[in-house]
């Protein structure tokens, strides 16, 4: 069933111009120019419950814009919306019962106060009773493993421990969707897995529908099932991650250990890294057979260790966005 | 009911705000006690001025340190309870109402009421210690006082919301919003006597500066059920005016992308 349908939206912004330089400042005070700007065109989609959907695109493709209209902030310009069967901007209210979001460059705790202080108005503000919001606040702390940070002022947080907690005080009301925009900008490695572990569990355990943002093709791959990427405000692509993964990546890395050193001949391989014994090599499996080519290289010696893998997606969703850009009908923009 | 969960807000927002100021002990009390002082150093000029002369506009010393006791205590008021008014213009420029339209609160109370002033508390007291200075202590007196106050309060945020609200339409207002606050304190501080023609048909209409203490000052010296009826109509018509004022700008609201934490 879906829970998020999306009609032919729009979205336009009317942005003053100004000329360069001192004279452009005085005519536009006399004159002001404006331009449109069409952050979000004809856009539909739809969300299933209990999905994770990546929103994917680069910068300024209206991935905010669209997020901030689902969720009742922005008035659409044109369009349907229907967000768990009600109109986001009608229903604003009734809707935010029922939805959480976290932008990970906007803060809903107050700086200067601990997270606890935080957590206590958000739930008087979301109207849960007192014994349940102390349970629930118990059981988010232990989950999110903020329970000796609650009494710090938000201030004094690490940015991995703050969007812990903004992830934790987003889901005191228990939201049916939580709306994530770049949950992971800007952490480390380790925080990063572990926000995306905690994603993980909130979908399987309480069923929670996940609408996703970010740059980073790893949250991308390792939590979401569909990608939607947008650019210009467009939709570019709607598919299975898995489907996207095999369309857009016939590019193969072999790294390949021998025993000895070897020289590789054949111009099907283009070798990327080689070290004698080591060697890094790209296929592409579109035009090659990988049986074939895994048989040549064992022959070539003997082997060690061999491990095959898909370039990292970053690369992929960057050629499509390529591909699309210069409007091209092949795939070589993708690669 | 809907007025209830509004009040409730309020009050809710009210002890989170006092209770986080009260953090900062030495900082609240060095406030509020700087502001009483503050505004003690006008009523030196004030009586200085009346050691030579009689009445200004028809006002004695103790009717202008009335209307300043309204006036001041209307003003703390409105900062103490709705801290964030000085900062809607600034927090729609910054895209900062994205975190109140994601809760299920109506959104201009949220805003307004989720920021304090501290030096605030400073002229509520102000007001009510020359009040009670200038008038002789009266449990109705008080009552008075303390109603005129609140209906001041609700005149001085409905201008500022409306002032503050114009960013909506037209871009960052705050210039005007200030210039709209300095000109409904100093109108509300003076005799009214002193105000003819336009300036008054003014102060009772676009700015309407009169609600705030002059009216009532004429109210707690000789009510009438008349000018009782049009402060009360003219509060409650300002109230709506402005809150729809804000509603509609909402449709305009663009939101942003600057980094921002709720302070």
Known sequence: MSIITVNHLSKTFRVKTKEQGFRGSIKAIVTPNYKEVQAVKDLSLRVEEGEVLAFIGPNGAGKSTTIKMLTGILHPTMGEINVLGLDPIMDRKKLSFKIGTVFGQKSQLWFHLPPLDSFNLLGRIYEIEEGLLKKRITNLTELFEIADLMDTPVRKLSLGQRIRCEIAASLLHQPEIIFLDEPTIGLDVVVKQKIRDLIKTLNKEFKTTIFLTSHDAGDIEQLCKRAIIINHGQIVLNESVKNLKYNYMNQKIIDIKYTEPVVIENPELKVLKSKGYAIKIEVDSSKCDLDRIIAELMKLGKVVDITISDPPLEEIISGIYQEKAIGGDSLEGAK | ?263
């Open chain 2, 1 to 263: 009911m809907e007025v209830k969960k509004h009040l409730n807000l309020i009050a809710m927002y009210f002890k989170f705000n006092l209770s986080s100021s009260m953090e900062y002990r030495a900082s609240f009390l060095t406030q509020t006690f700087g502001m009483i002082l503050n505004n003690s150093t006008f009523i030196f000029f004030w009586w200085i001025l009346f050691e030579n002369i009689e009445t200004i506009g028809g006002y004695g010393f103790r009717e202008v340190m009335m209307i300043w006791a309204i006036s001041s205590t209307s003003f703390g008021i409105t900062f103490v309870l709705f801290g964030n008014i000085r900062r809607i213009s600034q927090m729609i420029v910054n895209g900062e109402l994205d975190s109140y339209l994601l809760q299920p609160k109506d959104v201009l109370i949220n805003i307004i009421a989720s920021g304090t002033v501290i030096s605030a508390w400073g002229d509520i007291f102000y007001g009510l210690i020359l009040f009670m200075g200038v008038y002789r202590f009266s449990l109705i007196g008080l009552g008075m006082f303390i109603f005129f106050s609140f209906t001041g309060a609700m005149v001085f945020a409905s201008l500022l919301i409306f002032a503050n609200s114009l960013t909506f339409y037209m871009g960052n207002s705050q210039g005007i919003a200030s210039l709209f606050m300095e000109f409904m304190i100093t109108f509300s501080i003076y005799p009214e006597g002193i105000y003819r023609g336009y300036t008054k048909l003014i102060i009772y209409t676009f700015l309407p500066a009169a609600f705030i203490s002059l009216v009532p000052a004429r109210l707690i010296n000789n009510f009438s059920w008349g000018w009782f009826s049009l402060l009360i109509g003219a509060v409650v018509a300002w109230l709506i005016f402005t809150y729809y004022f804000f509603r509609r700008g909402l449709r305009k609201y663009e939101s942003g992308n600057l980094i921002v934490s709720k302070l």
